[in-house]
């Protein structure tokens, strides 16, 4: 299989009053095209912090992270804005949609930031297979929980990306609408072929993917 991921010894640190901290040492693994891997730990583990750092928010101190074949850090700040918006979706606990956009136009956002055309006929079936046909022209604060995270959904896939990455994507919602919000991320996930990382403290979503992480001392263990 492909490998889309690597992590080769990543550490990240931050600069406080008492000195240098360490938020994550020797991290490595590899995820392969098409898995769904979830990543667990406790509050304050540095599970997002690794997210900001696979999704090119941040930069690691030290090691390197490779996707789909790509070294990040041998990247512009330009060319890995540009690189994270195609190869790489997001969906957050808080949804952060766009809030004077539509369901469509938040759907359709990273085409518009690439500056292609949107491609109508797919982001029309993307839409309907997410249950959002009758509000694609609302805007999110007239929609539920559950309807948001589904916009944030068709907004993460909207470019097919290699990547998504989901933090805590349920942690907002009610265990039924949860379920079904995940059900149909899965669905979504495996229609078009992208790699799914989530990060959750869930045990039974953690028990939906392939394979667990467990985020402690600092570093990545795979349950096995």
């Given amino acids: 299989m492909k ?17 240098s901290l360490a938020i994550l040492e020797a991290v490595s693994c590899t995820v392969n095209k098409g898995e769904k891997v979830a990543i667990i730990g406790p509050s304050g583990s540095g599970k997002s912090t690794l997210l900001s750092l696979i999704g090119l928010l941040d930069e690691p101190t030290k090691g ?28 957050f606990q808080s949804f952060e949609l766009i809030a004077p956009f539509t369901v469509e136009e938040n759907i359709a956002a990273p085409i518009e930031i690439s500056t292609e055309k949107v491609p109508e006929e797919e982001l029309m079936q993307l839409i309907g297979k997410l249950g959002l046909s009758e509000r694609r022209n609302a805007r999110p604060q007239t929609l539920s929980g559950g309807e948001k995270q589904r916009v944030a959904i068709g907004r993460a896939l909207m470019n097919k990306p290699a990547l998504i990455l989901a933090d805590e994507p349920t942690g907002s919602l009610d265990r039924t609408t949860g379920e079904k919000v995940l059900s149909m991320l899965i669905d979504a996930v495996d229609e078009v072929g992208s790699t799914l990382l989530i990060i959750t403290h869930d045990e039974s979503i953690a028990g939906l993917m392939d394979r667990v992480f467990e985020l402690k001392d600092k570093t990545l263990h795979e349950r096995t």
């Fill in 64 to 91: 390197s992270i490779s996707i789909d074949g790509v070294r990040t850090d041998s990247l512009s700040q330009t060319e890995q804005a540009a690189f994270r918006n195609s190869q790489i979706g997001f969906i």
């Fill in 3 to 19: 490998p889309i991921l690597e992590l080769a010894e990543v550490g990240k640190n931050f600069a406080t009053q008492q000195g």
